[in-house]
């Protein structure tokens, strides 16, 4: 800089997703408190540091009052997170009902709803209205804090309709969206009442990204299959306007997870784990208490194990960590009751006076007892049934190495793209080949095992979360867009 030149700003980028990275919780009529997640995307965005990154989404709770409203507004200011706010009515419908039990499902390969079909098409059509209304809200909000020279990254798939409402608004805006699901084959998306009417409203956007390549052609193929778009080598082509579709992968912030490891409260939490558990080798599972992550699955597949390696019985526990989630949705319900049946079972069949073989948690763990668990697995299973990537595999391979232990982890996780040479790749639906593979890592030479997790730590500590996010809105930014074309010809 030089004297008396003002200091460049940043240029903005507003990050608009349905959830806000906090937890916000009433404390009085105008009085909140709030807790900031730490969680992957936030870190990302942190080390993006061309731009001064705010965040606009769902508090994910529901605030009828105007002055419950405008407190909030205000103290989520200081965090730099702007506020939608959604009623009980939208988030049942838009929420509850068209993003989590019809696209959620449909993304992971698990079809659409099926039961009462009459009632279901009633109810689709109106739960879609309602995510078309709660796109167009999310909309207003960014356009209402949107300045010229802003880039706009929207995420996920709660939001595929915004922007073509973002481009309504103003063409000129530079608008970006990202998928941190798979994108299902062209043949399953068009099983959607709502295919065409989506995939145009993506495609108003000017950058288009999914973790993995496949989920990047898959999106293409069904712009050209199913609204006769072209389909290029750079993205879509509408009428000599080009949507960039391309694959980015995301990652972590690595260094956290490793620097956790040198914390005495870890170290003292790695200490009473390896007490607790001395004699034994430990299983590690932690997801979202969530159909694709493939719990059931997973748990049969260790019942197998146990039922077929008798001298193992004694010699091995599996902590499965369960985080509740969506538990307002009739399917995650219903999953939670068969995953204790199964448990139960299981701990009633191999269990002792002394032990069983199942420690099954229906929680979330704080971020240092988690890396703790991490560091004194010695074999961690991901078996979703599909997954978008799967950071949980990223976490473990970043605090394991000390120990390197296996990851078995699923084909159908985009991770498997880039952890497949370190891990044990499973076909998770196939219970005998998961059971074999438990057999294979937990009897794995350190050489090979050493091997596998160098492989895999090198990906995992290059690859970072912030590297995916710099390199997304870069290419964003560099995008040029069509009003801009326009006006040059
Ligand atoms: C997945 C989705 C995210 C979502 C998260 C938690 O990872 O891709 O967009 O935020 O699940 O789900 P929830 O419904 O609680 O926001």
Redesign the pocket.
Known sequence: KQEGQPLRQRQRLLVV???LPVSAVRRGEDSWSLDISAGGLVSALLGVKEFEARWIGWAGVNVPDEIGQKALTKALAEKRCIPVFLDEEIVHQY?NGY??NILWPLFHYLGLPQEDRLATTRSFQSQFAAYKKANQMFADVVNEHYLDGDVVWC????LMFLPKCLKDYNSKMKVGWFL??PFPSSEIHRTLPSRSELLRSVLAADLVGFHTYDYARHFVSACTRILGLEGTPEGVEDQGRLTRVAAFPIGIDSERFIRALEVPQVQEHIRELKERFAGRKVMLGVD?LDMIKGIPQKILAFEKFLEENPSWRDKVVLLQIAVP??TDVPEYQKLTSQVHEIVGRINGRFGTLTAVPIHHLDRSLDFHALCALYAVTDVALVTSLRD?MNLVSYEFVACQDAKKGVLILSEFAGAAQSLGAGAILVNPWNITEVANSIAQALNMDSEEREKRHKHNFIHVTTHTAQEWAETFVSELNDTVVEAQIRTRQ
């Open positions: 997703a349905n959830r929420y993003c989590n995420h996920d798939y709660h941190h699901t979202r989630t969506r978008g």
